[in-house]
Nanobody, 114 residues
Framework: QVRLAESGGGLVQPGGSLRLSCAASGFAFRMYAMSWYRQTPEKERELVAS????????TYTDSSKGRFTISRDNAKNIVYLQMNSLKPEDTAVYYC???????WGQGTQVTISS
């Protein structure tokens, strides 16, 4: 059974950091690119960052570039999102996604507030 399980969300003050993790199971994780998305009630789900299957290539959006880092550990079947210098507008539910297979996790809530 395919599963993407996000963790690491929480409440953080502006300027703080969080590291999200997504543990994958039930498919050949190391063969596929992975992405992180986020969504708020007011907006459509938006791409945050992507990483190639081997981890050698990463892409970011204007909102995440310079502050977020996506990485993966194919031995552990985990993809990470390190988020620094967090802003209130980063508040959202963050989702792990395998684009090729269209697999989604259940999401983890990130709230940035003082």
């Amino acid at each position: 059974q395919v599963r993407l399980a996000e963790s690491g969300g929480g409440l953080v003050q502006p300027g703080g950091s969080l590291r999200l993790s997504c543990a994958a199971s039930g498919f050949a994780f190391r063969m596929y690119a992975m992405s992180w998305y986020r969504q708020t009630p007011e907006k459509e789900r938006e791409l945050v960052a992507s990483i190639s299957s081997a981890g050698s290539s990463t892409t970011y959006t204007d909102s995440s570039k310079g502050r977020f880092t996506i990485s993966r550990d194919n031995a552990k079947n985990i993809v990470y999102l390190q988020m620094n210098s967090l802003k209130p507008e980063d508040t959202a539910v963050y989702y792990c996604h395998c684009p090729t297979k269209n697999y989604w996790g259940q999401g983890t809530q990130v709230t940035i507030s003082s």
